[in-house]
């Protein structure tokens, strides 16, 4: 079946410090890839996406992910991160045939330390 | 702001009770979908409907019913109320026109359901 694994429920890091969020999918095709950030109280935000060629793609707010087709991954990194990062991220794929469907991971809880 | 609205912001009702929640897609959009975010349940799709027609059935409860209307908006009705139903309910749009863009979706802010 297919599904989005967010292994991190919380990582903490330090504000400087740099960051890297973990996804993993199940799917038999490359499927279209997106990262979203839901800030406390407010609805989910799309940060970047991948539907094909570079397999690095830039976001807002200074996010960026990789696609690893050999590891079925899209890792999401910020090379320093700001206390307004802090938020939840959820990583979702888009199979072709879904009918435009997401499949959602669990969600990964950001905290700041000062 | 992602161009979509969701009302009321917040809803407070009893159990047993019956509320209507409401979305307005961005403009231009044709697809809405419901999710249910609850802290033990993540987020939890619901029900798609693009141009009115229903085109997909997540989670939803019999009790939970939806529709879109011909200028698009759409209503999520929760009946029967109960208090395991606090959840902050989110609709999200996408265009669905043939571009690569179909499969992104854009959320509106939520409603904060509380059942007493």
């Known amino acids: 079946a297919q599904s989005v694994t967010q292994p991190d429920i919380h990582i903490t890091v330090s504000e400087g410090a740099s960051l890297e969020l973990r996804c993993n999918y199940s799917y038999g095709a490359t499927p279209y890839l997106f990262w979203y950030v839901q800030s406390p109280g407010q609805g989910l935000q799309l940060l970047l996406k991948y539907f094909s060629g570079d397999t690095l793609v830039q976001g807002i707010k200074g996010f960026e992910a990789e696609f690893k087709r050999s590891q079925s991954s899209f890792n999401l990194r910020k090379p320093s991160v700001h206390w307004s990062d802090a938020a939840e991220y959820f990583c979702?794929?888009?199979?072709?045939?879904?009918?435009?469907?997401?499949?959602w991971g669990a969600g990964t809880k950001l905290i700041i330390k000062p | 702001d992602s161009g979509v609205t969701q009302t009321p912001k917040h809803l407070i009702t009893a159990t047993g009770q019956r509320v209507t929640l409401r979305c307005s897609p961005r403009?231009?959009?044709?697809?809405v979908y419901w999710y249910q975010q609850s802290l033990d349940q993540g987020l939890q799709f619901l029900i798609q409907y693009y141009n009115g027609e229903e085109r997909a059935k997540g989670n939803i409860l019999e009790r939970f019913s939806a529709q879109q209307f011909p200028d698009l908006h759409s209503e999520l009705n929760l009946s029967s109320l109960e208090l395991g139903d606090s959840a902050l309910y989110f609709c999200?749009?996408?265009?669905?026109?043939?571009?690569?863009?179909?499969?992104?979706?854009?959320f509106g802010p939520g409603t904060r359901l509380t059942v007493t």
């Open positions: 403009s231009g959009d044709l697809s």
């Open positions: 979702a794929v888009g199979p072709m045939d879904s009918n435009y469907q997401l499949i």
């Open positions: 999200a749009s996408s265009s669905q026109r043939g571009g690569t863009d179909d499969y992104e979706q854009y």
